[in-house]
């Protein structure tokens, strides 16, 4: 059987947006209805929620003790364990939002970072591109954490965030895809 598997830098052909229309612009996402030429000719009227995008660290010590916040999130209906995370400011560099949103949410440093990949959030409707990041040769700081985030930090073996992340005990998505990268990278 081929392989039809196609990556969004291989596929080549794009949508054609023929009209978008704005129905919300809020502070963070806009929602809007777009008509688009899709590739192989069909016209679709698509809901899309473009956002700005964000990043993602997997803080790791020198024990692979991975770094996660255990943050009451609304849209989700009560605490979600997840990896430092924040959106993108106009402007920014992925890898400075990581480095920033770890010292603010989580009150660490690191020495060492680099790239796990991007992942997509929801691409059926939502542009959001989230960076995820491996931080290693952490050092405390003070964590400067936002009015409105509610969140206590828990360290927690790699090897078990794994465990818990294939079981759906961890189910943020970009936790999830960052925790089992960092530790394929590590050969785990």
């Given at each position: 059987?081929?392989?039809?598997?196609?990556?969004?830098?291989?596929?080549?052909?794009r949508a054609t947006l023929v009209a978008s229309e704005t129905k919300f612009r809020g502070r963070i996402v806009t929602a809007n209805v777009e008509v688009v030429d899709l590739p192989g000719g069909?016209?679709?009227?698509?809901?899309?929620?473009?956002?700005?995008?964000?990043?993602?660290?997997?803080?790791?010590?020198?024990?692979?003790?991975?770094?996660?916040?255990?943050?009451?999130?609304?849209?989700?209906?009560?605490?979600?364990?997840?990896?430092?995370?924040?959106?993108?400011?106009?402007?920014?560099?992925?890898?400075?939002?990581?480095?920033?949103?770890?010292?603010?949410?989580?009150?660490?440093?690191?020495?060492?970072?680099?790239?796990?990949?991007?992942?997509?959030?929801?691409?059926?409707?939502?542009?959001?591109?989230?960076?995820?990041?491996?931080?290693?040769?952490?050092?405390?700081?003070?964590?400067?954490?936002?009015?409105?985030?509610?969140?206590?930090?828990?360290?927690?073996?790699?090897?078990?965030?794994?465990?818990?992340?294939?079981?759906?005990?961890?189910?943020?998505?970009?936790?999830?895809?960052?925790?089992?990268?960092?530790?394929?990278?590590?050969?785990?």
């Amino acid at each position: 059987m081929p392989n039809t598997t196609r990556s969004r830098a291989d596929a080549g052909a794009r949508a054609t947006l023929v009209a978008s229309e704005t129905k919300f612009r809020g502070r963070i996402v806009t929602a809007n209805v777009e008509v688009v030429d899709l590739p192989g000719g069909h016209r679709a009227t698509l809901d899309i929620i473009h956002h700005p995008g964000g990043a993602a660290v997997v803080a790791l010590d020198r024990r692979l003790q991975v770094c996660l916040l255990r943050q009451y999130r609304h849209a989700a209906g009560g605490w979600v364990r997840e990896l430092p995370a924040g959106k993108l400011e106009p402007g920014e560099a992925p890898l400075l939002t990581a480095q920033r949103e770890l010292v603010e949410e989580a009150g660490t440093r690191a020495a060492q970072w680099s790239a796990l990949g991007t992942m997509l959030s929801s691409p059926g409707v939502l542009t959001e591109t989230v960076h995820l990041f491996l931080a290693t040769g952490l050092e405390a700081t003070e964590a400067q954490p936002e009015a409105g985030e509610v969140l206590t930090v828990e360290w927690l073996a790699l090897d078990e965030a794994c465990r818990l992340a294939l079981d759906g005990t961890i189910d943020d998505a970009k936790t999830c895809v960052g925790l089992l990268r960092a530790a394929a990278r590590l050969g785990m």
